[in-house]
C-alpha cells in the first residue's frame, strides 16, 4: 500500500542551526502538507502546497519557515534558523485531487532543539 | 474560523468497556468533512474516518461507531468492548470545503484513551 516517508524520523540539532526535513508524498498525489504537534498538544496545520507553490499557510508559518518540491518526489520543510519553540513532531500529509481526497500522514519527524 | 472542541482530555476504562469520545465542532461552511484520527504511542496518525456534511448517517466499523449529529455540531465516537490495543490519543478534525487546494484540518485537541486490562 503507497504511503508518505518522512526522513529523519528523529533529529536533535542545537539552537540557531537550519534544519530540513524531507517527506515523499505519495506518486501520484497533488496536494501536499506540513503539519506540527508539540509534545502532549494538538495537531496544528502550516503550510498546504500545490502546483509548486504554497496555497495556504498558518501564522506559525512565518519567515523561518520555507517549503519545497525539488525534484518532483521530494517535499522539504526548512526551519532557517530553529528555536527551542520549534521542537515537536512534524507530519507530512499528501492527497490526491479534488476536495473530498482524504489526507494521507507520514509517521512523523520528531525535532528537538537544544 | 472553524473550531473543534474535544472536551474530555483524558478517559480512562477497563478492557470490554463501552467508551464513547465526544467531539464539537463550528464552522460557518455548510459543507465540510470531519474525521477521526488515532495517534498510538508511536506517534503516527491513523485515519480512521471521513464523514461529509451531508451524509448523516451513523457508521459502524467491527468495535467502532460514529455519531453524526449536524444538529448539535457533533461527531461522537464510540468502541464497544474496549480493548488494551485502543490505548492511544484520538483526535477529531474538520476540514472546510471550498479552498482551491486547501482542505487544510483543523484538530481538536485529543482525547487520550487509557484502556486497562
Known amino acids: 500500500e503507497p504511503e508518505v516517508t518522512q526522513t529523519p524520523s528523529h533529529q536533535v540539532t542545537q539552537m540557531g542551526q537550519e534544519v530540513i526535513l524531507r517527506c515523499v508524498p505519495i506518486?501520484?498525489?497533488?496536494?501536499f502538507y506540513w503539519y506540527r504537534q508539540i509534545l502532549g498538544q494538538k495537531v496544528e496545520f502550516l503550510v498546504s502546497f500545490y502546483n509548486n507553490e504554497i496555497s495556504e499557510k498558518s501564522e506559525i508559518f512565518d519567515d523561518q519557515f520555507s517549503v519545497e518540491r525539488p525534484d518532483g518526489s521530494n517535499f522539504t520543510l526548512k526551519i532557517r534558523s530553529t528555536k527551542l519553540e520549534d521542537s515537536a513532531m512534524y507530519f507530512c500529509?499528501?492527497?490526491?485531487?479534488?476536495?473530498?481526497?482524504?489526507?494521507?500522514f507520514g509517521e512523523g519527524s520528531r525535532l528537538t532543539v537544544l | 474560523a472553524q473550531k473543534v472542541t474535544q472536551a474530555q482530555t483524558e478517559i480512562s476504562v477497563v478492557e470490554k468497556e463501552d467508551v464513547t469520545l465526544d467531539c464539537v465542532y463550528e464552522?460557518?461552511?455548510?459543507?465540510?468533512?470531519l474525521f477521526w484520527y488515532k495517534q498510538p504511542p508511536s506517534g503516527e496518525l491513523v485515519f480512521l474516518i471521513r464523514?461529509?456534511?451531508?451524509?448523516?448517517q451513523n457508521e459502524i466499523s467491527g468495535r467502532y461507531s460514529w455519531n453524526f449529529q449536524k444538529s448539535t455540531s457533533s461527531f461522537n465516537f464510540t468502541i464497544t468492548a474496549s480493548q488494551v490495543v485502543d490505548s492511544a490519543v484520538y483526535f477529531c478534525a474538520l476540514s472546510e470545503v471550498g479552498h482551491n487546494a486547501g482542505n487544510m484540518l483543523t484538530f481538536g485537541g485529543g482525547t487520550r484513551l487509557m484502556v486497562k486490562p
Open positions: 464523514r461529509n456534511s451531508f451524509d448523516e
Open positions: 464552522t460557518r461552511d455548510t459543507t465540510y468533512y
Open positions: 500529509a499528501s492527497r490526491q485531487g479534488g476536495s473530498t481526497g482524504e489526507l494521507f
Open positions: 506518486s501520484n498525489h497533488l496536494y
